[in-house]
Structure formats: C-alpha cells, structure tokens
C-alpha cells in the first residue's frame, strides 16, 4: 500500500511536466499582446518595448518556459501583469473561498444525492421514485445562474436570511454552495440510484434476506457499500471541476473565487495568473484521482495494490 | 399433522406482468417430517426454486406474489405471520443455500461477519463468543485454518469453499429445516461429492430436515428419503426414494429415470424426454405433459388429472385414475 503510494505520487512528476509544456504554449497561443495592455492605451510604441522587454517576452519559447518551470520551484509563480501582486498571492487569497464552497456544496450533495438515490432505487417505479428521479432530472436540466437569480430571489430578497453575494459569514455560503450542489447532487443521485438497483439484484442480497438481516441493514450496509464503488470516481471528479471555481455561479453570487479571478486574467491576458490557474487545476484533478483510487482500495477487497 | 415439520398446502405463486400471469406455482402440496430430506426434482421452470422461495417468503425481489394456500411451518402459518417474525424464523428456524456460490457471498464483507451476523442476530451471542462460534462452525464444515479463513474475503476462496461457507451460515444458528437450492450444480464433481457428504453428516448430527431442490437424480439417490417430481408448476409424483427409483409411475418421472446414464448398463443412446417444457404462458388444457408423453390418451389432452394418493405414494395421472382404472 505505502509502495504503491510512493509510486503514484512519484508518477505524477512527468503528468505535472508535460501539463506544464501544454498550458505553457496554449497561453501563449491566446492571441493579444500583454505588454501592450501593461503600458496602457496611450503608452508608445517605445513604451510597449520596453515593457516587453522587462516581462521577457523577447526571449525563445523554450527559454520563457524555462525560466516559468525555475521560478515555480523557487516558490515564485511571478507577478501578475494587472495588479502587479505575486500569482501565489493572488491564487491563494482566491482559492480558499472557491474550497470552501466546493465543500459545502458538495456535502449537500452528497448527503441529498445519496438520500434521493437509495430511496429511489428502493421504491421503484413507484410515485417515491418518479419525485427522486423528477427532482434530479431538475436539477441537471435547471441552469445555475436562474436557479441561483431564483433562490437569492426567495430568500434573500423576500425572506432576507441570506446575503445576496460576497463572503462575510457562513451564510454567504448557504446560497452558492445549494446551487453548485443541485447539479452535482442529480447527478449523484441518478448514479446512486442505477448502481444500487443493479447490486439489489445480486445473489448475495438474497443470501442477507434469508439470513433474517432488516431490510434497512441490507440496503444501507451491505448493497450500499457495493453500490458507491462507481459512484465515488464520479463524484470525485466532480468534486475536481468544483474547485476550478464556477464563473457563472462567481459572477452570479459575487463570489471572490478562482473561476472569476481565472475569466478576468483571461480577458487581461494575464498569463503568469492564467498558468498559475491551470497549473493548480491540473495538480488538483491529480490528486483527486489519487485520492479515488486509494478510496477503492478501501472499499473493495478485490482490489490489492502492489 | 403435528409430526409434519413443514406443510405446503395448495401453495399458489404466481408471476405477474405486463405479457399476463404465469403460474410458476399451482397449487403444490409437500410436507417434510423432522429431520427427513426430501427432494424436489424437475427441469428448469417447473417452479421449484419459486416454491423453496415462497417458503422463506423471500419474492421480494421478483414480480411473484403468492396468491393461495397455506405454508405450516412448526404449527405456525408462515403466509400469516408478520414480516418481523418472517425475520425471526429466516436464518433461525429455517436457513437456505443457494445454487451460486461464486455471487452468494457478499464481497466487500469479510466471511466471518458475515456469518457473525445470522449469529449475533438470531442466537444473540456477544462479539467473541460469536466470532468463536463462526471459526467452530467453518471448522465443522471442514474448512482448513478456520481462524485464518474467517477474516478473509469472499474472492479469495474456491467456489468449493465458498459453498462451504454458505453452508456453515446456513448451520450456524442450527436451522430446523435447511432449504438447500441446486447446491451443487455449480460445483465440480469432486466438489460436490464432498458436499453432498457433508450435508449428510450435518444432517445427522444436528437432526436438520431438508428441502433439496435438484434436477440431478443422483444427488437425489445420495441424499433423500422422499422425492417430489414437479411439472409445470405441479407436483406430478410423490414417493419414497427407493419406490420411485425401482418403480416409477408417472410417464415423466420413468422419462426422467431413462435419461440417467447407469452403471452397468451398456447402451448406445440416453433416454430422453422428447420436446420441451411447455411455456408457461401457453399450458396445454389437459395434463400439461401430455404434449411429450407416450402414453398420452385421448383424455389427457382434455381434461388434466388430479394428485392421487396410490399404494406407493401420490400421482398425477390418468393411468392411474381409480375410477378410469375401473372402467377399463
């Protein structure tokens, strides 16, 4: 087992070279000139040169990457071209409240996701699992600005329980977290539910019925923990595009997450933030898929790492 | 009645579904005595898996429901009790094995929980002495390294094994009756010798009567007292093991006999029963073997008979009807 770990997490030195080299020559693919937004729309012809020479972006190709993969081992992600701060600044004040609201929205959604999950799978066919099921395909179906413009609508306007964006308290959570796990939660739920009818079908169900187990013991405990094998990989990678950060949900919400921070560098050309961005993005779908497979280890018995 | 352990009267199970119904069952009658094995035998369909299932009330899962007849178990009727005494007596009183080992066993839980559990629920032992219980009872199946075994996993066991396991569960609390499915059809040869042996000595040792559902006469000849040819969702011959091996009545049980290869015995070709099982959602109108049978008459396409009782046991054919019997 602590071979194995070693191995993979040795493994995903080359994946972080080749992403490197990847977002590295996609940024600079993005049409635009930075050092002209640097300068400014009235700076000279003279001024934009000599920005673009400060910024190094008269050196080779191989030579600029070379010098970004120096400076991120020295803990130097450079400066953002906009706000002049250093990207690990910028990244890491923007990253914790884009965590936190993976979090929380995903802890929604898996604990509503399972619930409409199990029940339906337990009730088929009948009007339980048609509610579960109508519900889900909602939540999948509705899109998350209207579902968000909805909920801040209700209840922030009429009820005012909860801020209608920003981050002050953990009640600016409640709002944007329910949004972003609604979609999630369906599509836990849809998983949840397929998956386990499949395992209620097995010989081993019967083998606990007729040992006179409770049917709340043999769907919860011994078809469940079956049943989530499949749905853990999904739900890690879901939680993997959560804490990219949601521009729509950010911009909906006011929320000073990495999605926006990641559409506005864009729009600035501001690559050192933008490889920043994917750079992070990359290393964290990485370690999720890490974490998922030691997870099935765990789960499953029939799985032994060498 | 008293001396009957288990009483299926008239059982119906049917099937229901979009296409109709389907009579898996029609109204079968078995009684089985304190510590007596009784097989059940017939090909695919005939509805013995769904009268064993209908016993343990276990149809949950299937579009079966059982719509008449009564099923006495210890002068208790098992189709009136709760679901939580239903519960009670699963695994306790009445414990199954199935046919699959290979998918019987849960394989995320280790094999000694998985026992444990019937244990702790039924006989309300501790932790410990259940665990010791479980490792007492692989070990009386003949599992080597019990200790070692009962904290492995399903998938690192042989299906012989296995099929041990489950029957050690079954056991585990002591069953009254023991519902055994096909427990060694999946299994090589070998392996089914061995389990056949030891459900024997099982049987003696605890006095545990059996249901055993097969479609292999030999395993019928090894192990039971008395034998329950089913057709078609009836009981079509009903006789003591030795009686229905030498002196077969109904056409399909002799049809079933003859394709059983013998030992001393040189022949060219095996008996077989020509046709098929008839599907169940098209039964013939009169006996519903008569499409395959020999010695059908006249009669037998028209109006099917009744289960007599004969000098040997219970028959359901017009061969030997007592009044046509008469006529003639």
Redesign the interface.
Known sequence: MLKYFVKRVVGIIPILIIVSVLIFLFVHMIPGDPARLVAGPDASYQDIELVREQLGLNESLPSQYFSFVGNIFQGDLGTSLKTKRPVFDELATRFMPTFWLSVWSMAWAVLIGLLIGVISATNRNNWKDYLGMFGAVSGISLPSFWLGLMLIQLFSVKLGWFPTGGLDSWKSYVLPSLTLGAGVAAVIARFTRSSLMDI???????????????ERKIVWD?SL??ALIPVVTMTGLQFGFLLGGSIVIETVFSWPGLGRLLIDSVSFRDYPVIQACMLLFALEFILINLVVDLLYGV????IKYE | MSENLLDINHLKTHFFSDEGVVRAVDGVSISIKKGETVGIVGESGCGKSVTSLSV?R?L??TPGKIVDGTIEFDGKNLLDVSEGEM??????DI??I?Q?PM???????KIGK?IQ??VE??LKYDKKKARQHVIDMLDSVGIPRANEIVDE?P?QLSGGMRQRV?IA?AMACKPKLLIADEPTTALDVTIQAQILELMKKLKEEEETAIMLITHDLGVVAEMCDRVVVMYAGKVVEEASVYDLFDNPQHPYTKGLLASVPKMRQNVKRLGSIQGNVPSPDDLPVGCKFAPRCPAAMTICWEKEPELEDHKQGRCRCWLYDSELVKEV
């Open positions: 209620l079908k097995e010989d081993y169900v019967r083998t606990g019925r007729a040992k006179g187990l409770r011994h923990k079956n789960m499953n018995p029939q | 343990m276990l949950k899962d519960r009670a007596i699963r695994g306790n414990a199954m199935f699959e998918t019987s066993l849960n394989p995320v839980f998985q559990e019937a629920l039924h996993y998938h489950m569960m």
